[in-house]
């Protein structure tokens, strides 16, 4: 006499092979249908699966069928959008832009400058320049200054006087009102482009002083002059 199937071996079933399937990723199509046929393979014939939960597993693989359908066209969409932004990222080239950084190209003879804004007015501002290895090799006291944009100029010069080779430089500006407290202070570099890269994933603007910033840090595109 053949021993019917028990619930528990139906139930035992069901969880191995969803056990299986549902791992730290999502279901997909193929794992759904494993776990669909190991379920009727597995029910119990004193106590088959309902019409109704039939039903309602074939309404779930549509679910599924259409979240891969969505998944793939969103996909699709997200690449043509991506090719898209990034042909009009090329089309900076040649263009003066000013971004959000703190990066100083200096030519080893011309002093630089770079513009600040302040959110406040603040009594005292002073600003860190560094070499490419990040120390500090001059330190400019600005003094107080009123809340909006101002220009800090460097020389080129250490704090011994000694002009520095050329190079790319960063300048780190610190100021505080009457009251002891931080100055939010927002730096820009204003260049014109010379190269957009995506080797980062994302457009990548170069300068032709140097600074290279991602296109999220563009605050600003000159136009074209009218022509005559």
Not at 79 to 105: C, F, P, W, Y
Request: aromatic residues 4%; contains cysteine.
């Amino acid at each position: 006499m053949t021993t019917p199937i028990t619930s528990s071996t139906n139930s035992s079933a069901t969880n191995s092979a969803t056990d299986a399937t549902t791992g730290s990723q999502p279901m997909d199509r193929e794992a759904f249908l494993k776990l669909l046929v190991a379920q009727i393979s597995h029910q119990d014939p004193l106590s088959p699966m309902q019409g109704t939960e039939f039903v309602t597993q074939l309404s779930q693989f549509a679910i599924v069928e259409q979240s891969i359908a969505q998944s793939s066209k969103l996909d699709t969409l997200s690449t043509q959008i991506g090719g898209v932004a990034n042909n009009e990222a090329t089309s900076l080239v040649g263009k003066r832009v000013t971004m959000r950084g703190h990066d100083l190209a200096f030519d080893g003879v011309t002093a630089t400058t770079s513009a600040v804004t302040l959110d406040a007015s603040a009594q005292k501002v002073s600003a860190d320049v560094l070499d490419a290895n990040g120390k500090v090799v001059r330190t400019i006291d600005i003094g107080s200054r009123p809340q909006g944009a101002c220009t800090i100029t460097w020389d080129g010069k250490d704090n011994a006087g000694n002009t520095l080779s050329k190079g790319t430089y960063s300048m780190k500006v610190r100021a505080t009102a009457a009251d002891g407290k931080t100055v939010n202070t927002t730096q820009t570099v204003a260049g014109t482009v010379t190269k957009v890269s995506f080797e980062k994933g994302y457009p990548e603007l170069t300068l032709d002083n140097g600074s290279t910033g991602p296109i999220s840090d563009l605050s600003a595109v000159e136009g074209q002059p009218a022509k005559p």
